[in-house]
């Protein structure tokens, strides 16, 4: 948010207000919808130092003090020992805001270098490390939920993502039980639009940490991805949000999936109640 000496103006106020809002409405009815917090529930939020995930600790906190169920909250940072990673900049934010936290200490950089072959792109694993350090993390300080920054944009581009480079029909669900079974993952920012994110962590002047200090790009497969859905959003407002809700209507039978409809026992002229016994009914009152 403004500081003393830098306060927003009026008009500014007025629209950071409304942006609260919605964000926070579209959090707890992301959370809602999935049932993503019971009562009792001690959630981790994994926080990077982006503006995404700095947005979720607030929306949570926000949540927390009027959610009629009660929960715990807890930030934590993994240090990944990137060259230059400003280490206390986390710390003096969430003292500052008065957030229990911890920050976990792996040097996943020096291992991504020397696995990763020159040249070659260094996120996909880097990320598999933070995952995995992370989850085994949230095991030992007994955290039942470990909460995610991702947003309705991410969950989008990944669907795209799949369908353009793997030949499959999957994103990022709002919540899911990690491999192994040992942790539920919840992505509480999932019904919320980056912009809105973007323009809230402006607004909020949060302590923004750069991921690209390891000197790595950011995979350019999403980048050309994101490049075509942020002009569809330009030019046909409306279309994420309805590309997201497809996400939420699926019809097996109108794919060709056969593991999800039963394509090869579906015969003709079947006998159950159906199309089929209507029309007759319908022919039948026609010409009595
Ligand atoms: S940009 Fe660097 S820190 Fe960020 S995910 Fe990629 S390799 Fe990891």
Redesign the pocket.
């Given at each position: 948010m403004a500081t003393e000496d830098n306060p927003l103006l009026p008009r500014e106020r007025t629209d950071f207000n409304k942006l609260q809002k919605r964000l926070r409405r579209e959090t707890g009815r992301a959370i809602a919808d999935y049932n993503m917090i019971q009562d009792g529930d001690k959630v981790m939020v994994c926080l990077s130092g982006g503006k995404d995930s700095y947005t979720l600790l607030d929306m949570l906190r926000s949540l927390q003090l009027a959610a009629p169920v009660k929960f715990e909250l807890v930030a934590v940072n993994l240090d990944?020992k990137?060259p230059g990673f400003p280490e206390h900049v986390l710390p003096e934010y969430l003292e500052q805001e008065g957030v229990a936290y911890h920050i976990l200490e792996r040097d996943t950089y020096s291992i991504?270098r020397e696995k990763t072959p020159e040249g070659k792109t260094?996120?996909a694993l880097?990320?598999r490390l933070?995952r995995g350090n992370l989850y085994g993390f949230a095991e030992e300080i007994g955290a039942t939920k470990i909460a995610l920054g991702h947003h309705r944009d991410d969950l989008v581009e990944t669907l795209f993502l799949n369908m353009f480079y793997n030949g499959k029909m999957k994103a990022m669900p709002p919540k899911l039980r990690s491999d192994d079974g040992r942790n539920m993952v919840i992505r509480p920012l999932a019904y919320c639009r980056e912009k809105d994110i973007a323009r809230y962590a402006e607004y909020r002047r949060f302590p923004i940490i750069p991921?690209?200090?390891?000197g790595?790009?950011?995979n350019l497969q999403r980048q050309a991805v994101k490049a075509m859905l942020q002009q569809w959003d330009r030019q046909f407002p409306g279309r994420i949000e309805s590309i997201f809700a497809a996400t939420q209507n699926i019809a097996p039978s109108q794919l060709a999936d056969g593991r999800l409809f039963d394509f090869a026992g579906l015969e003709e002229g079947f006998s159950r109640a159906g199309p089929v016994q209507t029309h007759r009914l319908e022919v039948v009152n026609l010409f009595s």
């Open positions: 990944q990137q991504v260094t996120c880097c990320s933070r991921c690209n200090l390891c790595s790009q950011e």
